[in-house]
């Protein structure tokens, strides 16, 4: 079997989805931050594996390409490696492999070496619904012989399609799968390769959540900016804040409290609605105009006196927060320490984006000390 | 008992008393922790880290810890632990990654002690060993714990969960070297202090984070989780696999879980998000809270018992800026509100009741259930503190059986061997049937014979029967079109005219498109028009002016509606394959037809409509001069109503008994439908009257 690469550039690729732009509708004036970033070629990739039919391009689709779930039903199953360079349109920085279910190792045209080497995560999904020997032994094959090749890999599992399985049933069949799959990496000494579960579905937000912490897991910014986010809410009286990567609606930060999954589901909500709108009244006559920009921003007042508040950070992400209408009596506060997160934001990347090995922490933690006096001062 | 006295020497001579009581604190708290004799409480948070004085009735602000002119973030706290064995020692978690620890014997106003900033993330808890001094231990958004040395600068080990962020740590009670660290992807994990590169045993106890863990205080293999999941989940770690032994589903995620000193069953907990109460639980009774606490405003954030051998004061903090002590006989205890009475339906009719027993006792005719009386078990013992019991829960169960003899077929065979069909003056049978159907207790049926009897027998002889129970009626359909006709008798001669005029005109209207085939098919029908007509369909008119209830139009679907249902039910019962509507119209167009024609006397009765009102406002309807078949079309309603109650014994036993009187009323299918008895007396092999 030989493999074919296809081009991602290709726009026709995107028109299988159809609900979304390739880029988005950014305005081209607006490439200050991620210009100067590295080519695509050494840019952290993230692999989706598995066996055939156990969900992978439904994943792709439904996460950074807006399809509905349904409609995934529809999906043909993949037959070449299809490479999705999502960074022109996503602050993720990285592309998505989706790899067809029967890759066969053993074949010489399989470039592993090439595959592997620049690979930041490797995600492999089983089908939960399924009978995952098979699933099992595959993921093993798969994981040692990346583990050989670069052994910084982070390995995720997605135990996917656990929507129709009860509550017991899911964790019983996660502590199967861990029990089995770490003994057989025991058995091979492979006791390091460490596995990362989780239990994913793509008709609840349990897969986006799964996406944000295997994205969050290859951000070296990650510390500083929830430390960053953890000063904003704490001085502005916000409840929780979300930095939301928008097209994929991943965050890829968030300040230090537990996440609630409702209240996850109406960021993500949230995101659609002011997306959605700006698309589809915000666009000019011929297409032009940018459905997400500087201005972008966004207060909804719930009903439970509680609001619901975004704005752009950069043109790919949004600070969106929840916070009681009593706090937002102090909006002016608000959105001068929003001023100071933004530049402390802004700098982060910046710092990150310095060719000469710029991302070491010290020198993030500029940009959080300097953001920390701005927001002290605003209080 | 030993336990007593154990706890009397722990309190000392200074018992702890004290009230609820609550005091306002200048930001909402994170966390809070009890120094060990339980005289103070540090409450810590984004914006507020003070230590309170708990005196007899009100909290006394002692010490404020957050100095400075711009506090640094180090004094952001998420956690707090105050030690249990040093008492100037307190730690903190920061939500810069700061473990910090504080001396509150230093004379400076800044309590600063040990600064740890060795984790990259948030550290959500930190934790003192409950007998080593010097030993603390941290575990952070990072995915990391460490355990640091106090004598020393950084830490001495590092644990790696790898599964990112833990959220909880605690010490085990009773194993020296033991603890345990639960995760946000939902495990749990024991580790050995002197084992650093890889836990002892790992777990998933949670679907999603789990947030919070503790063991147990006198039980060693007893750890108790909660997570997003709702869950509060107790574990028991003795055995080789941890096994779930107890689990509550609550309402809302569970953030702190806490057991309570000196009952072994019952933990405290409260919740992220939504739910501000906090709830204190006997594993043992899952369903309902044994004690809820509702002072707070918004979402409680921890939780502490006052003293670790006092059950009785519990601590909390909240983000609505409050610091509550709590007395446990000033609870809510849900389960008084709760509704001690159920109710339900048995597949076969049966009834089961639940309630207090104080109120079924007094019931003196209740038979004891064949089975026994199925109570509550009770697993609390009579103990003379009524406050640490669930309320008195022993609760009796009545079942009621439906009759049997009315469930099974027992009175369809009886009634099938004992009815007269034949062979005896008309009068005769329908007292004989009466009296059958009254002794297998079935009045309405007994009524319908006599009802019967009085209608069709010769006028002469109408003088009700000794044991004629008119008192209870029971014959709806019969009783029904009385009082029709009476209403309607009462209306002005002028206005009934008119109505039925109206509703004569819509009815044919609606015969015709449907059923002019079908009665030019039939060999009886003659003219339908004229003046006869009208008077024929005075009789629909009592009849549909009921159904005119339901629905003033009138049309052919409605009235399909109306005898498909229950002929299907009908259908069902008796496994008949047979089309429904059809045959029902038929007999509709029928009933009428002959009506007209067939029977002479009939119409010089009823002819004109004007003496007809003339004769119903004069003297009631059961006068003598009525002709019997005056009733067909009620009795064949009444037929059709037994038929499909599912009776066809009766529809038969009737049809047969008044034999040519009503036969040309029905059609023939319908009547052959109901002629499904024989089948059924076949099934029930009996051999006898009707199948003649």
């Known amino acids: 079997m030989s493999i074919q690469y296809e081009d991602p550039t290709l726009a026709g690729s995107y028109d299988v989805v159809g609900s979304f732009p390739k880029s988005f509708g950014y305005g081209a004036e607006e490439q200050d931050l991620e210009e100067n970033c590295s080519t695509s070629a050494d840019k952290p990739r993230i692999l989706l594996m ?118 017991d049933h899911k964790i019983e069949t996660q502590r199967d799968i861990h029990q089995r799959a770490n003994d057989e990496l025991a058995d091979a000494n492979l006791e390091k390769l460490h596995l990362s579960l989780y239990l994913t579905s793509i008709y609840d937000h349990s897969i986006f959540e799964a996406f944000s912490k295997v994205v969050q897991k290859l951000l070296p910014q990650l510390p500083t900016l929830e430390n960053l986010l953890n000063i904003f809410i704490s001085h502005s009286g916000i409840e929780k804040a979300f930095l939301f990567d928008v097209v994929s609606k991943i965050y890829i930060a968030t300040d230090s409290s537990p996440v609630d999954m409702q209240s996850y589901e109406l960021c993500c909500d949230m995101i659609d609605v002011v997306i959605d709108v700006s698309c589809i009244y915000g666009l000019m006559q011929d297409g032009s105009g940018c459905a997400y920009d500087k201005e972008s921003s966004a207060i909804i007042r719930l009903n439970n006196s509680t609001v619901l508040y975004l704005k752009e950070v950069t043109k790919f992400l949004a600070l969106v927060c929840i916070l009681r209408e009593e706090s937002f009596e102090r909006k002016g506060l608000i959105e001068y320490n929003f001023h100071c997160f933004r530049k402390a934001i802004h700098e982060v990347f910046e710092v990150g984006n310095l060719p000469q090995g710029g991302r070491s922490s010290s020198n993030n933690l500029t940009g959080l000390t300097y953001a920390g006096a701005h927001n002290g001062s605003a209080v | 008992m030993e336990k007593m006295s154990r706890v009397t020497t722990a309190l000392g001579s200074s018992a702890i008393n004290g009230r609820t009581m609550f005091c306002h604190l200048d930001a909402p708290a994170n966390a809070i922790s009890v120094c060990r004799d339980a005289s103070q409480v540090v409450v810590a948070g984004r914006n507020i880290f003070k230590i309170y004085a708990l005196e007899e009735d009100q909290f006394v602000e002692k010490l404020n810890l957050r100095v400075g002119r711009k506090p640094s973030l180090n004094f952001s706290c998420a956690d707090v632990m105050w030690h249990q064995m040093e008492e100037n020692l307190l730690a903190t978690a920061a939500t810069n990654g700061a473990v910090v620890t504080w001396n ?113 205080p006198d039980d060693r293999g007893w750890l108790a989780t909660g997570g997003r999941d709702k869950m509060v989940k107790v574990w028991d770690m003795t055995t080789n696999r941890a096994k779930e032994i107890f689990c509550v589903q609550t309402i809302a995620s569970v953030a702190r879980v806490k057991w309570r000193p000196e009952k072994k069953f019952h ?141 099974c077929m027992d009175w369809f065979v009886k009634t099938a061997q004992l009815y007269l069909l034949c062979g005896k003056p008309f009068a005769e049978l329908c007292d004989h049937n009466a009296k059958v159907a009254r002794e297998l207790k079935r009045p309405q049926v007994s009524t319908t014979w006599t009802m019967l009897r009085i209608m069709f027998s010769d006028p002469a002889n109408l003088t009700p029967g000794p044991n004629h129970p008119l008192s209870k009626l029971g014959t709806l359909p019969l009783m029904n079109s009385f009082n029709m006709k009476e209403m309607n008798s009462g209306m002005g001669a002028e206005s009934r005219l008119e109505r039925s005029k109206g509703e004569s005109r819509q009815d044919n209207s609606h015969l015709e498109p449907g059923n002019s085939l079908i009665s030019n098919n039939n060999e009886d029908n003659e003219e339908t028009e004229g003046s006869e007509g009208q008077a024929e369909y005075m009789f629909g008119d ?142 029930f092999e009996l051999w006898n009257g009707p199948m003649r």
């Not at chain 1, 066996?51 to 390409?65: A, D, E, M, T």
């Not at chain 2, 004061?313 to 709590?326: A, C, R, V």
């Not at chain 2, 005898?563 to 059809?582: C, G, K, V, W």
């Open chain 2, 542 to 683: 009592a009849e549909l002016d009921d159904d005119d209830l339901y629905s003033m139009e009138h049309d052919n679907q409605t009235e399909e509606q109306e005898y498909t249902l229950p002929q299907e039910a009908f259908q069902l019962r008796h496994e008949i394959m047979d089309n429904p509507s059809a045959p029902e119209h038929l007999q509709q167009d029928k009933a009428d037809s002959p009506h007209v024609s067939g029977n002479e006397a009939e119409v010089t009765c009823l002819t004109p409509i004007e003496s007809f009102s003339l004769i119903s406002i004069s003297q009631p309807l059961f006068t003598p001069q009525l002709p019997a078949s005056f009733f067909c079309p009620i009795v064949r309603e009444m037929l059709s109503y037994y038929a499909e109650k599912g009776d066809v014994q009766m529809a038969v036993s009737v049809l047969i008994v008044l034999g040519e009187r009503i036969r040309k009323e029905i059609d023939d299918l319908t009547q052959e439908h109901w002629y499904t008895y024989i089948d059924l007396l076949q099934r």
């Open chain 2, 104 to 216: 509150l014997g230093k004379p400076s106003r800044n309590k600063q002690d040990q600064l740890f900033t060795e984790h990259k993330r948030t550290v959500n808890k930190v934790c003192f060993h409950p007998t080593e001094v010097y030993m603390l231990l941290s575990g952070s958004q990072d995915g990391f714990m460490k355990c640091f040395d106090l004598r020393k600068k950084e830490s001495v080990s590092t644990f790696s969960g790898q599964s990112e962020s833990v959220r909880d740590v605690q010490f085990s009670m009773k194993d020296y070297f033991t603890f345990a660290a639960s995760f946000e992807n939902g495990n749990v994990q024991l580790w050995d202090i002197r084992r650093p590169d890889r836990y002892e045993r790992m777990f998933t106890a949670h679907t999603g984070p789990v947030f919070c863990c503790d063991w147990h």
């Open chain 1, 50 to 167: 598995g066996l055939r039919r156990s969900g992978k391009s439904s994943i792709q689709k439904v996460v950074f390409h807006k399809m509905s779930p349904n409609e995934t039903l529809f999906l043909e199953s993949t037959n070449k490696i299809y490479k999705d360079d999502i960074s022109s349109s996503s602050f993720v920085n990285f592309q998505i492999w989706d790899f067809p279910g029967q890759v066969d190792f053993l074949d010489p045209t399989f470039d592993s070496e090439m595959i592997f080497k620049g690979t930041g995560a490797l995600i492999f999904v089983i089908d939960a619904q399924d009978d995952y020997v098979e699933a099992l032994e595959r993921l093993h094959l798969t994981v040692s012989r990346a583990y050989k090749v670069n052994p910084d890999i982070n390995f995720e599992v997605f135990i996917h399609k656990v929507d129709g399985l009860s509550d």
């Open chain 2, 267 to 407: 933990l405290a907990t409260c919740s992220m998000m939504v739910d501000h109460n906090i709830y204190v639980w006997d594993v043992r009774r899952p369903f309902i809270p044994f004690a809820t606490f509702e002072e707070h405003k918004d979402v409680t954030t921890g939780i502490v018992w006052r003293h670790q051998h006092d059950p009785h004061f519990l601590l909390s903090g909240s983000k609505d800026s409050t610091l509550y002590q709590h007395m446990f006989k000033d609870a809510t205890r849900p389960v008084d509100k709760a509704n001690p009475e159920g109710l339900c339906f048995g597949l076969f009719g049966d009834l089961a009741f639940a309630a207090k027993e104080s109120l079924i006792s007094s019931d003196s005719n209740r038979k004891p259930y064949p089975g026994g009386d199925r109570r509550y078990p009770i697993f609390f013992f009579k103990k003379p503190d009524q406050t640490e019991q669930f309320a008195h829960v022993s609760s009796a169960l009545s079942v009621f059986e439906t009759d049997l003899d009315s469930n």
